[in-house]
Protein backbone atom coordinates (compact mmCIF):
# COMPACT_ATOMS: atom_id res chain seq x y z
CA UNK A 1 0.00 0.00 0.00
CA UNK A 2 1.08 3.53 -0.73
CA UNK A 3 2.13 6.13 2.03
CA UNK A 4 -1.25 7.82 1.36
CA UNK A 5 -2.91 4.93 2.54
CA UNK A 6 -1.65 4.15 5.16
CA UNK A 7 -2.35 7.86 6.01
CA UNK A 8 -6.16 7.64 5.35
CA UNK A 9 -5.94 4.44 7.42
CA UNK A 10 -4.13 6.13 10.50
CA UNK A 11 -6.38 9.11 10.62
CA UNK A 12 -9.77 7.20 10.79
CA UNK A 13 -8.39 4.54 13.34
CA UNK A 14 -6.72 7.74 15.55
CA UNK A 15 -10.38 9.74 15.23
CA UNK A 16 -12.45 6.68 16.35
CA UNK A 17 -9.94 6.54 19.38
CA UNK A 18 -10.53 10.51 20.00
CA UNK A 19 -13.81 10.09 19.69
CA UNK A 20 -14.38 7.88 21.99
CA UNK A 21 -12.15 8.81 24.50
CA UNK A 22 -14.17 12.33 24.11
CA UNK A 23 -17.70 10.37 24.20
CA UNK A 24 -16.62 8.95 27.55
CA UNK A 25 -16.42 11.85 29.87
CA UNK A 26 -18.96 12.32 32.39
CA UNK A 27 -19.83 8.47 33.15
CA UNK A 28 -21.00 7.89 36.68
CA UNK A 29 -22.36 4.71 37.27
CA UNK A 30 -23.42 1.49 35.24
CA UNK A 31 -26.24 2.20 33.71
CA UNK A 32 -23.82 5.68 31.60
CA UNK A 33 -21.27 2.87 30.83
CA UNK A 34 -23.52 0.23 29.48
CA UNK A 35 -26.89 1.93 28.30
CA UNK A 36 -25.71 5.71 27.51
CA UNK A 37 -27.29 6.98 30.05
CA UNK A 38 -30.86 5.80 28.09
CA UNK A 39 -31.71 8.53 26.28
CA UNK A 40 -29.35 7.86 22.82
CA UNK A 41 -31.80 8.86 19.67
CA UNK A 42 -33.25 6.28 17.73
CA UNK A 43 -31.64 7.25 14.33
CA UNK A 44 -28.16 6.83 16.01
CA UNK A 45 -29.29 3.44 17.23
CA UNK A 46 -31.01 2.32 14.04
CA UNK A 47 -27.11 2.78 12.43
CA UNK A 48 -25.76 1.52 15.52
CA UNK A 49 -27.97 -1.87 15.21
CA UNK A 50 -27.27 -2.15 11.26
CA UNK A 51 -23.57 -1.23 11.64
CA UNK A 52 -22.73 -4.00 14.49
CA UNK A 53 -24.20 -6.86 12.59
CA UNK A 54 -22.47 -5.70 9.34
CA UNK A 55 -19.10 -6.97 10.47
CA UNK A 56 -16.22 -7.65 8.20
CA UNK A 57 -17.70 -11.14 7.65
CA UNK A 58 -20.61 -9.02 5.88
CA UNK A 59 -18.01 -6.92 3.64
CA UNK A 60 -16.17 -9.20 2.63
CA UNK A 61 -17.44 -12.95 2.43
CA UNK A 62 -20.94 -11.86 1.31
CA UNK A 63 -19.79 -10.49 -1.46
CA UNK A 64 -17.78 -13.73 -2.30
CA UNK A 65 -21.65 -15.50 -2.05
CA UNK A 66 -22.44 -13.95 -6.03
CA UNK A 67 -18.10 -13.82 -6.68
CA UNK A 68 -18.04 -17.86 -6.44
CA UNK A 69 -18.83 -19.89 -9.63
CA UNK A 70 -22.14 -21.33 -9.52
CA UNK A 71 -22.74 -18.03 -7.25
CA UNK A 72 -26.20 -16.17 -6.85
CA UNK A 73 -28.02 -13.50 -4.67
CA UNK A 74 -29.97 -16.09 -2.56
CA UNK A 75 -28.47 -14.91 0.73
CA UNK A 76 -31.08 -12.03 0.18
CA UNK A 77 -34.02 -14.98 0.91
CA UNK A 78 -32.49 -14.69 4.08
CA UNK A 79 -32.79 -11.10 4.76
CA UNK A 80 -37.00 -11.61 3.53
CA UNK A 81 -36.96 -13.80 6.83
CA UNK A 82 -34.35 -11.16 8.98
CA UNK A 83 -37.20 -8.19 8.41
CA UNK A 84 -40.26 -10.41 9.18
CA UNK A 85 -38.36 -11.97 12.47
CA UNK A 86 -37.13 -8.18 13.89
CA UNK A 87 -41.27 -7.25 13.32
CA UNK A 88 -41.63 -10.48 15.12
CA UNK A 89 -39.49 -8.75 18.20
CA UNK A 90 -41.09 -5.55 18.07
CA UNK A 91 -44.67 -7.07 18.74
CA UNK A 92 -43.54 -9.70 21.17
CA UNK A 93 -40.28 -9.66 22.88
CA UNK A 94 -39.77 -5.89 23.39
CA UNK A 95 -42.23 -5.07 25.36
CA UNK A 96 -40.57 -7.87 28.23
CA UNK A 97 -37.66 -5.66 27.85
CA UNK A 98 -38.79 -2.67 28.78
CA UNK A 99 -40.73 -4.21 32.05
CA UNK A 100 -38.76 -3.27 34.80
CA UNK A 101 -35.92 -1.20 32.37
CA UNK A 102 -33.09 -4.11 33.17
CA UNK A 103 -29.29 -3.84 32.34
CA UNK A 104 -29.55 -6.89 30.09
CA UNK A 105 -31.22 -8.82 28.47
CA UNK A 106 -31.56 -12.31 30.61
CA UNK A 107 -33.02 -9.89 33.64
CA UNK A 108 -36.16 -11.63 31.93
CA UNK A 109 -35.35 -14.93 32.82
CA UNK A 110 -34.41 -14.63 36.25
CA UNK A 111 -38.04 -13.31 36.59
CA UNK A 112 -39.70 -16.32 35.49
CA UNK A 113 -37.18 -19.11 36.32
CA UNK A 114 -34.81 -18.18 38.28
CA UNK A 115 -31.36 -16.81 38.82
CA UNK A 116 -29.49 -19.41 38.03
CA UNK A 117 -31.22 -19.47 34.22
CA UNK A 118 -30.52 -16.25 33.93
CA UNK A 119 -26.73 -16.87 34.74
CA UNK A 120 -27.27 -19.55 32.04
CA UNK A 121 -28.45 -17.75 29.67
CA UNK A 122 -25.75 -15.62 30.24
CA UNK A 123 -23.46 -18.26 29.95
CA UNK A 124 -24.75 -19.26 26.24
CA UNK A 125 -24.05 -15.85 25.29
CA UNK A 126 -21.06 -14.75 26.28
CA UNK A 127 -19.52 -18.23 24.85
CA UNK A 128 -21.23 -17.82 21.53
CA UNK A 129 -20.23 -14.37 21.28
CA UNK A 130 -16.66 -14.79 21.76
CA UNK A 131 -16.34 -17.30 19.31
CA UNK A 132 -17.84 -15.83 16.61
CA UNK A 133 -16.92 -12.23 16.55
CA UNK A 134 -13.27 -13.67 17.04
CA UNK A 135 -14.15 -15.09 13.89
CA UNK A 136 -14.99 -12.17 12.36
CA UNK A 137 -11.97 -10.34 13.64
CA UNK A 138 -10.10 -12.85 11.76
CA UNK A 139 -11.27 -12.14 8.59
CA UNK A 140 -10.71 -8.26 9.09
CA UNK A 141 -7.16 -9.38 9.97
CA UNK A 142 -6.71 -11.68 6.90
CA UNK A 143 -7.70 -8.35 4.91
CA UNK A 144 -5.29 -6.16 6.70
CA UNK A 145 -2.56 -8.93 6.04
CA UNK A 146 -3.44 -9.23 2.77
CA UNK A 147 -3.23 -5.24 2.08
CA UNK A 148 -0.12 -4.08 4.46
CA UNK A 149 1.47 -7.59 4.47
CA UNK A 150 1.85 -7.36 8.31
CA UNK A 151 1.71 -11.10 9.90
CA UNK A 152 -1.82 -11.81 11.06
CA UNK A 153 -1.42 -12.35 14.62
CA UNK A 154 0.24 -8.53 14.32
CA UNK A 155 -3.02 -7.64 12.37
CA UNK A 156 -5.28 -9.13 14.78
CA UNK A 157 -3.31 -7.23 17.72
CA UNK A 158 -3.63 -4.08 16.08
CA UNK A 159 -7.89 -4.27 15.17
CA UNK A 160 -8.73 -5.33 18.79
CA UNK A 161 -6.12 -3.04 20.17
CA UNK A 162 -8.02 -0.25 18.64
CA UNK A 163 -11.79 -1.27 18.92
CA UNK A 164 -11.00 -2.22 22.96
CA UNK A 165 -9.33 0.96 23.79
CA UNK A 166 -11.95 3.45 22.84
CA UNK A 167 -14.58 0.91 24.01
CA UNK A 168 -13.22 0.65 27.41
CA UNK A 169 -12.83 4.43 27.92
CA UNK A 170 -16.11 5.25 25.60
CA UNK A 171 -18.71 2.74 27.02
CA UNK A 172 -21.76 2.05 24.87
CA UNK A 173 -22.12 5.43 24.15
CA UNK A 174 -18.92 5.92 22.38
CA UNK A 175 -19.84 2.41 20.51
CA UNK A 176 -22.97 3.50 19.50
CA UNK A 177 -21.93 7.30 17.73
CA UNK A 178 -19.03 5.43 16.98
CA UNK A 179 -21.24 3.03 15.25
CA UNK A 180 -23.22 5.41 12.98
CA UNK A 181 -19.06 7.22 12.02
CA UNK A 182 -18.45 3.57 10.78
CA UNK A 183 -21.50 2.85 8.90
CA UNK A 184 -20.94 5.70 6.58
CA UNK A 185 -17.50 4.58 6.08
CA UNK A 186 -18.27 1.54 4.87
CA UNK A 187 -21.57 1.93 2.90
CA UNK A 188 -19.54 5.01 0.96
CA UNK A 189 -16.61 2.44 0.22
CA UNK A 190 -18.90 -0.35 -0.98
CA UNK A 191 -20.56 2.35 -3.65
CA UNK A 192 -16.92 3.52 -4.89
CA UNK A 193 -15.88 -0.23 -5.54
CA UNK A 194 -19.03 -0.48 -7.52
CA UNK A 195 -18.57 2.64 -9.33
CA UNK A 196 -15.17 1.62 -10.16
CA UNK A 197 -16.01 -1.52 -11.70
CA UNK A 198 -18.88 0.28 -13.58
CA UNK A 199 -16.06 2.62 -14.83
CA UNK A 200 -14.47 0.60 -16.28
CA UNK A 201 -16.24 -2.50 -17.71
CA UNK A 202 -16.27 -1.43 -21.23
CA UNK A 203 -20.91 -2.05 -20.98
CA UNK A 204 -20.96 -0.56 -17.74
CA UNK A 205 -24.27 -1.75 -15.90
CA UNK A 206 -25.34 -3.65 -19.35
CA UNK A 207 -22.19 -5.83 -19.11
CA UNK A 208 -22.87 -6.60 -15.20
CA UNK A 209 -26.08 -7.76 -15.76
CA UNK A 210 -25.46 -9.58 -18.96
CA UNK A 211 -22.44 -11.62 -17.55
CA UNK A 212 -24.92 -12.60 -14.16
CA UNK A 213 -27.50 -13.94 -16.51
CA UNK A 214 -25.16 -15.65 -18.61
CA UNK A 215 -23.52 -17.56 -15.47
CA UNK A 216 -26.61 -17.93 -13.77
CA UNK A 217 -25.59 -15.63 -11.01
CA UNK A 218 -28.77 -13.47 -11.20
CA UNK A 219 -31.29 -16.42 -9.55
CA UNK A 220 -32.64 -14.93 -6.07
CA UNK A 221 -35.36 -17.34 -5.02
CA UNK A 222 -35.14 -21.03 -4.37
CA UNK A 223 -38.40 -22.70 -3.39
CA UNK A 224 -37.38 -25.99 -2.92
CA UNK A 225 -37.16 -27.62 0.07
CA UNK A 226 -33.70 -29.14 1.59
CA UNK A 227 -33.00 -29.97 4.87
CA UNK A 228 -29.93 -30.74 4.60
CA UNK A 229 -26.54 -29.35 2.74
CA UNK A 230 -24.01 -26.37 3.27
CA UNK A 231 -25.54 -23.27 4.83
CA UNK A 232 -24.36 -21.48 1.74
CA UNK A 233 -27.20 -23.09 0.00
CA UNK A 234 -30.37 -21.18 0.92
CA UNK A 235 -33.93 -21.90 0.04
CA UNK A 236 -36.84 -19.54 0.28
CA UNK A 237 -38.30 -21.70 3.43
CA UNK A 238 -34.98 -21.52 5.37
CA UNK A 239 -33.67 -18.27 4.48
CA UNK A 240 -37.55 -17.21 5.10
CA UNK A 241 -37.84 -19.88 8.42
CA UNK A 242 -34.56 -19.84 9.26
CA UNK A 243 -33.48 -15.83 9.03
CA UNK A 244 -36.87 -15.56 10.85
CA UNK A 245 -35.90 -17.49 14.19
CA UNK A 246 -32.57 -16.29 13.63
CA UNK A 247 -33.53 -12.69 13.94
CA UNK A 248 -36.01 -13.27 16.72
CA UNK A 249 -33.08 -14.88 18.51
CA UNK A 250 -30.32 -12.68 18.02
CA UNK A 251 -32.48 -8.66 17.98
CA UNK A 252 -34.50 -10.47 20.65
CA UNK A 253 -32.70 -12.54 23.05
CA UNK A 254 -28.86 -11.47 22.66
CA UNK A 255 -27.80 -9.43 24.72
CA UNK A 256 -25.04 -7.97 21.47
CA UNK A 257 -28.41 -6.10 19.78
CA UNK A 258 -31.00 -6.13 23.08
CA UNK A 259 -28.26 -3.79 24.97
CA UNK A 260 -29.16 -1.04 21.94
CA UNK A 261 -32.65 -1.10 22.46
CA UNK A 262 -31.84 -0.60 26.46
CA UNK A 263 -30.33 2.39 25.43
CA UNK A 264 -33.61 4.32 23.54
CA UNK A 265 -35.46 6.97 25.61
CA UNK A 266 -38.60 4.58 25.60
CA UNK A 267 -39.79 1.39 24.53
CA UNK A 268 -41.50 3.60 20.97
CA UNK A 269 -38.02 4.82 19.94
CA UNK A 270 -36.27 1.12 20.28
CA UNK A 271 -38.82 -0.38 17.88
CA UNK A 272 -38.56 2.26 15.50
CA UNK A 273 -35.35 1.11 15.26
CA UNK A 274 -35.46 -2.14 15.16
CA UNK A 275 -38.31 -2.24 12.94
CA UNK A 276 -36.51 0.43 10.08
CA UNK A 277 -33.20 -1.88 10.25
CA UNK A 278 -34.69 -4.80 7.93
CA UNK A 279 -35.28 -2.90 5.29
CA UNK A 280 -31.55 -1.17 5.68
CA UNK A 281 -29.76 -5.10 5.38
CA UNK A 282 -31.83 -5.92 3.26
CA UNK A 283 -30.60 -3.62 1.11
CA UNK A 284 -26.97 -3.47 2.04
CA UNK A 285 -27.06 -7.57 1.57
CA UNK A 286 -28.22 -6.49 -2.29
CA UNK A 287 -25.54 -3.96 -2.20
CA UNK A 288 -22.51 -6.56 -1.72
CA UNK A 289 -23.77 -9.22 -3.55
CA UNK A 290 -24.34 -6.95 -6.12
CA UNK A 291 -20.57 -5.80 -5.85
CA UNK A 292 -19.24 -9.93 -5.58
CA UNK A 293 -21.33 -10.04 -9.17
CA UNK A 294 -19.12 -7.11 -10.52
CA UNK A 295 -15.75 -8.30 -9.27
CA UNK A 296 -16.02 -11.63 -10.78
CA UNK A 297 -17.53 -10.04 -14.29
CA UNK A 298 -14.36 -7.18 -14.03
CA UNK A 299 -11.92 -10.66 -13.19
CA UNK A 300 -13.80 -11.84 -16.16
CA UNK A 301 -13.10 -9.19 -18.14
CA UNK A 302 -9.65 -8.73 -17.54
CA UNK A 303 -8.10 -11.36 -15.84
CA UNK A 304 -10.20 -14.69 -16.05
CA UNK A 305 -7.66 -16.33 -13.81
CA UNK A 306 -8.29 -15.07 -11.19
CA UNK A 307 -12.10 -16.21 -10.96
CA UNK A 308 -10.34 -19.20 -8.81
CA UNK A 309 -9.59 -16.78 -6.22
CA UNK A 310 -10.79 -18.05 -2.79
CA UNK A 311 -14.28 -16.32 -2.36
CA UNK A 312 -13.90 -14.88 1.19
CA UNK A 313 -10.30 -13.02 -0.05
CA UNK A 314 -11.65 -12.40 -3.91
CA UNK A 315 -13.05 -8.75 -2.70
CA UNK A 316 -9.88 -7.80 -0.89
CA UNK A 317 -7.66 -9.01 -3.73
CA UNK A 318 -9.35 -6.41 -5.90
CA UNK A 319 -9.13 -3.71 -3.58
CA UNK A 320 -5.36 -4.02 -2.93
CA UNK A 321 -4.60 -4.35 -6.62
CA UNK A 322 -7.09 -2.63 -8.08
CA UNK A 323 -7.93 0.41 -6.73
CA UNK A 324 -5.59 3.48 -6.92
CA UNK A 325 -3.54 5.19 -4.15
CA UNK A 326 -6.48 7.00 -1.95
CA UNK A 327 -9.58 5.10 -3.21
CA UNK A 328 -7.77 1.89 -1.62
CA UNK A 329 -6.95 3.23 1.84
CA UNK A 330 -10.73 5.11 2.07
CA UNK A 331 -11.75 0.89 1.37
CA UNK A 332 -9.40 -0.09 3.77
CA UNK A 333 -10.36 2.15 6.47
CA UNK A 334 -14.44 0.51 5.25
CA UNK A 335 -13.28 -2.85 6.12
CA UNK A 336 -12.28 -1.08 9.55
CA UNK A 337 -14.98 0.17 10.21
CA UNK A 338 -17.14 -2.82 9.78
CA UNK A 339 -15.17 -4.95 11.80
CA UNK A 340 -14.20 -2.83 15.02
CA UNK A 341 -18.18 -1.64 15.08
CA UNK A 342 -19.06 -5.02 15.57
CA UNK A 343 -16.28 -5.69 17.87
CA UNK A 344 -16.36 -2.90 20.00
CA UNK A 345 -19.88 -3.44 20.47
CA UNK A 346 -19.41 -6.90 21.26
CA UNK A 347 -17.11 -6.23 23.76
CA UNK A 348 -19.13 -4.19 25.68
CA UNK A 349 -22.47 -5.87 25.20
CA UNK A 350 -20.00 -9.17 26.57
CA UNK A 351 -18.55 -7.23 29.95
CA UNK A 352 -22.33 -5.83 30.22
CA UNK A 353 -23.69 -9.32 30.61
CA UNK A 354 -20.94 -11.08 32.63
CA UNK A 355 -21.26 -8.24 35.03
CA UNK A 356 -24.26 -7.62 35.48
CA UNK A 357 -25.89 -11.24 35.38
CA UNK A 358 -23.04 -13.20 36.74
CA UNK A 359 -20.68 -10.60 38.85
CA UNK A 360 -23.04 -8.42 40.77
CA UNK A 361 -25.13 -10.76 43.22
CA UNK A 362 -21.72 -11.23 44.92
CA UNK A 363 -20.65 -7.20 44.87
CA UNK A 364 -23.57 -5.53 45.60
CA UNK A 365 -21.45 -3.37 48.69
CA UNK A 366 -18.97 -1.88 45.72
CA UNK A 367 -18.86 1.83 45.11
CA UNK A 368 -20.09 2.60 41.94
CA UNK A 369 -16.27 3.70 41.25
CA UNK A 370 -15.23 -0.09 41.61
CA UNK A 371 -17.79 -0.78 39.45
CA UNK A 372 -17.33 1.15 36.62
CA UNK A 373 -13.32 -0.26 36.98
CA UNK A 374 -14.49 -3.71 36.84
CA UNK A 375 -16.13 -2.85 34.03
CA UNK A 376 -13.54 -1.55 32.17
CA UNK A 377 -11.25 -4.58 33.08
CA UNK A 378 -14.21 -6.88 31.78
CA UNK A 379 -14.10 -5.21 28.41
CA UNK A 380 -10.28 -5.23 28.13
CA UNK A 381 -10.79 -9.25 29.02
CA UNK A 382 -13.08 -10.10 26.44
CA UNK A 383 -11.21 -7.87 23.72
CA UNK A 384 -8.20 -10.17 24.95
CA UNK A 385 -10.40 -13.37 24.43
CA UNK A 386 -11.32 -12.68 21.26
CA UNK A 387 -8.07 -11.89 19.79
CA UNK A 388 -7.19 -14.93 21.16
CA UNK A 389 -10.10 -17.01 19.47
CA UNK A 390 -9.00 -15.01 16.16
CA UNK A 391 -5.25 -16.92 16.53
CA UNK A 392 -6.35 -19.89 17.32
CA UNK A 393 -8.40 -20.62 14.79
CA UNK A 394 -5.96 -18.61 12.14
CA UNK A 395 -3.62 -21.51 13.06
CA UNK A 396 -6.39 -24.47 11.70
CA UNK A 397 -7.54 -22.04 9.15
CA UNK A 398 -9.25 -23.94 6.31
CA UNK A 399 -10.91 -22.73 2.56
CA UNK A 400 -14.26 -23.39 4.16
CA UNK A 401 -16.19 -19.64 4.30
CA UNK A 402 -15.75 -18.20 7.72
CA UNK A 403 -19.25 -16.47 7.39
CA UNK A 404 -20.79 -20.11 7.10
CA UNK A 405 -19.29 -20.86 10.67
CA UNK A 406 -20.25 -17.60 12.21
CA UNK A 407 -23.93 -18.45 11.47
CA UNK A 408 -23.77 -21.77 12.55
CA UNK A 409 -22.55 -20.12 15.86
CA UNK A 410 -25.05 -17.92 15.49
CA UNK A 411 -27.92 -19.90 15.13
CA UNK A 412 -26.93 -22.85 17.23
CA UNK A 413 -26.82 -20.21 20.74
CA UNK A 414 -29.79 -17.88 19.50
CA UNK A 415 -31.94 -21.00 18.60
CA UNK A 416 -31.19 -21.58 22.54
CA UNK A 417 -32.05 -18.34 24.15
CA UNK A 418 -35.28 -17.91 22.01
CA UNK A 419 -36.49 -21.25 23.26
CA UNK A 420 -35.70 -19.91 27.01
CA UNK A 421 -37.61 -16.78 26.27
CA UNK A 422 -40.59 -18.91 24.48
CA UNK A 423 -40.92 -21.04 27.35
CA UNK A 424 -41.28 -18.44 29.79
CA UNK A 425 -43.83 -16.82 27.78
CA UNK A 426 -46.06 -20.37 27.72
CA UNK A 427 -45.38 -21.33 30.86
CA UNK A 428 -45.52 -18.15 32.89
CA UNK A 429 -43.32 -19.61 35.64
CA UNK A 430 -41.18 -22.79 35.79
CA UNK A 431 -38.49 -23.64 37.78
CA UNK A 432 -34.55 -23.07 37.59
CA UNK A 433 -33.59 -26.95 36.65
CA UNK A 434 -36.71 -27.40 34.34
CA UNK A 435 -35.52 -24.53 32.52
CA UNK A 436 -31.93 -25.24 32.42
CA UNK A 437 -32.85 -28.78 31.74
CA UNK A 438 -34.57 -27.63 28.61
CA UNK A 439 -31.77 -26.00 27.69
CA UNK A 440 -29.50 -28.77 27.50
CA UNK A 441 -31.19 -30.76 25.41
CA UNK A 442 -32.20 -27.97 22.87
CA UNK A 443 -28.11 -28.37 23.03
CA UNK A 444 -28.19 -31.92 22.55
CA UNK A 445 -30.34 -31.93 19.79
CA UNK A 446 -28.90 -29.12 17.67
CA UNK A 447 -25.62 -30.82 18.21
CA UNK A 448 -27.26 -33.98 16.74
CA UNK A 449 -28.70 -31.56 13.87
CA UNK A 450 -24.78 -30.05 12.91
CA UNK A 451 -23.34 -33.97 13.14
CA UNK A 452 -26.05 -34.73 10.39
CA UNK A 453 -25.21 -32.04 8.64
CA UNK A 454 -28.98 -29.92 8.65
CA UNK A 455 -28.68 -26.84 7.20
CA UNK A 456 -27.45 -24.14 9.90
CA UNK A 457 -30.10 -22.17 8.64
CA UNK A 458 -32.79 -24.07 10.43
CA UNK A 459 -30.48 -24.23 14.31
CA UNK A 460 -32.80 -21.51 15.50
CA UNK A 461 -35.97 -23.41 14.88
CA UNK A 462 -34.60 -26.75 16.13
CA UNK A 463 -32.98 -24.98 19.13
CA UNK A 464 -36.05 -22.80 19.90
CA UNK A 465 -38.62 -25.48 19.51
CA UNK A 466 -37.06 -28.45 21.31
CA UNK A 467 -35.93 -25.89 24.38
CA UNK A 468 -39.58 -24.83 24.78
CA UNK A 469 -41.37 -27.99 24.22
CA UNK A 470 -39.11 -29.95 26.53
CA UNK A 471 -39.81 -27.31 28.70
CA UNK A 472 -43.61 -27.49 28.63
CA UNK A 473 -43.43 -31.20 28.65
CA UNK A 474 -41.11 -31.15 32.12
CA UNK A 475 -43.53 -28.03 33.74
CA UNK A 476 -46.49 -30.73 32.72
CA UNK A 477 -44.98 -33.42 34.23
CA UNK A 478 -43.84 -31.52 37.42
CA UNK A 479 -45.78 -28.73 37.72
CA UNK A 480 -45.37 -25.84 40.53
CA UNK A 481 -47.16 -22.71 41.63
CA UNK A 482 -43.75 -20.25 42.42
CA UNK A 483 -41.04 -20.06 40.74
CA UNK A 484 -37.21 -20.38 42.08
CA UNK A 485 -36.46 -17.23 43.41
CA UNK A 486 -32.47 -18.18 43.56
CA UNK A 487 -29.93 -20.08 41.92
CA UNK A 488 -29.46 -23.50 44.09
CA UNK A 489 -32.42 -25.62 42.10
Known amino acids: MDSIDLWIIGCYLLATLVLGVWLGRGQKNQADFFLGGRDLPWVALLLSIVATETSTVTFLSVPGLSFQEG ?76 AVGWPIEGCVVAIAGVAGIYSLWGGVKSVVWNDCLQFGIYTLGAFVILAVILGRLPRGFSQLTDFAVQTGRDHFLDFTLPFTGHVDHITFWSGLFGGAFLSLATHGADHLIVQRYLCAKNQKAAALALATSGPVVFLQFALFLLIGLGVACYFNEFDPSRLTTPKDQALASFVVTELSPGVRGLIMAAVFAAAMSTLSSSVNSSASSLMDDLIAPWVRHWSEEKVMLMARILTAVFTVAQAVVAIAVYWTYNDSAIITQ ?63 MTGILLTLMFPSNEPESNANA
Open 406 to 468: VLAIAGFAAGLLLGLYFLGMAVGRAKNWQAISALIVGAAVTSYALACEVNGLWFPVIGAGTTM
Open 71 to 146: GNFYFLQLAIGYIIGRLAVVVILLPMHFSGRPLTAYAILEHRFGTATRQAGSIVFLLARTAGDGLRLLLTALALHH
